[in-house]
């Protein structure tokens, strides 16, 4: 059955780097049955068979556009500490690789933060953070472009908060696998059957980020707070009749949003206002421009192990796998004032404030800290 080509537009400016695979995979998923328009953001980058950084709209619904971390975002949270010494409060991080067992660690005041049954029933890996560009930062406000809006978040410059970035571990994984074993990257048999599965995991990224903040706050010695900001990037939602397939895009309309830079540079709180002709989306993070093999070839010429634990603004990374310190080098991604600087010049987002890394988590360090930092095995 022929239908009308859908649309494809860029949000970025002639001098972003934005790869030519990324572009062509956009119209690869513009071709696919149904769908009417693919909004590619400023951080766009090739994917595995669809790329990232982008809102998809159709009329069928395609799991694999979502991908296997469905409920995959970034939540912020408000963090109370008089003094931030990040060498002091790097050796005091959970190890957040080691699950939170219901009956093993019962006792555990992160519980807390759970009100209700665990999304899907889904215990295993709950409170930890996952691999890949996933985090934990301890970050300080830096500067405050919106002091009004950034007061009504209760922040202001020099403020703590917490950045927690990961999603629906194993359980995502599993629905898309279970999809494709059935129907490759076919579209949903059966949509609603889909989308309750899919709204399980959401909900479980969601309340893993308060788990993850509950058990660094125990830690560190603040009490727990709920998010000010929380945002899903990779997930499908039903609006004005037809599907909105998000991959590494968060919602954007009229939301706040905390669009991760790197583990050595500021990352961005903005205030979204994207319509339609961009998916209501907004970029979620610097994005790659290095494939991880290239980023591991090349940081290791590049960097020494001790240069990407101590980052070029003073903050201290917490990786006990030398592998993934380079693959997650901040020269692995593109810059991300030329991202947020897309945004805006397309009037998508305003920046309203950023964050500056103290601390980043990224997978425990046991035994590898450098001379005068101790780790902890656990909280």
Known sequence: ??????????????????????????????????????????????????????????????????????????AVFPVRLKRAVPEKLASRFPDL??????????????????KDEIPAGHVEGLGTVGRGNHFVELAR????FEPGHASRLGLDAGDLVLVVHSGSRGLGERILREHTEVHGAGPAADPAAYLARHDDAVRWGSLNRRLLAARVAHALGFEPAEPIVDQCHNLVEVRDGAYLHRK???????????????????????????????????????????????????????????ELRRTPVGSLVVCGDRQLLF??????????EQVIADLADHGLATPVATTIPLVTYKTADLGSAPRGRRRRGQA
């Open 1 to 74: 059955m022929s239908q009308q080509q859908a649309t494809v537009t860029v949000f970025a400016s002639p001098t972003s780097w934005i790869e030519s695979d990324a572009v062509a995979q956009c119209h690869q998923v513009a071709a696919l049955d149904g769908m009417m328009h693919v909004a590619a953001m400023p951080d766009l980058h090739p994917g595995k068979g669809a790329p990232i950084g982008a809102a998809m709209t159709s009329t069928v619904l395609y799991p694999f556009l979502v991908g296997s971390d469905i409920g995959c975002g970034i």
């Open 97 to 114: 690789d080691r699950a939170l067992d219901p009956e093993r660690d019962a006792g555990d005041p992160a519980w807390d933060v759970v």
């Open 141 to 144: 406000i830096g500067t405050v």
């Open 248 to 306: 590494g895009a968060a919602p954007g309309d009229g939301r706040d949003v905390l669009i991760a830079g790197t583990r050595g540079t500021p990352s961005y709180l903005v205030a979204g206002h994207a319509g339609p002709e961009a998916g209501h989306s907004v970029a979620h993070g610097a994005g790659r421009k290095m494939s991880r093999a290239d980023a591991l070839r090349r940081g290791k010429a590049k960097h020494t192990v001790e």
């Open 327 to 336: 693959e997650e080098a901040p020269t692995a991604y593109k810059r991300i």
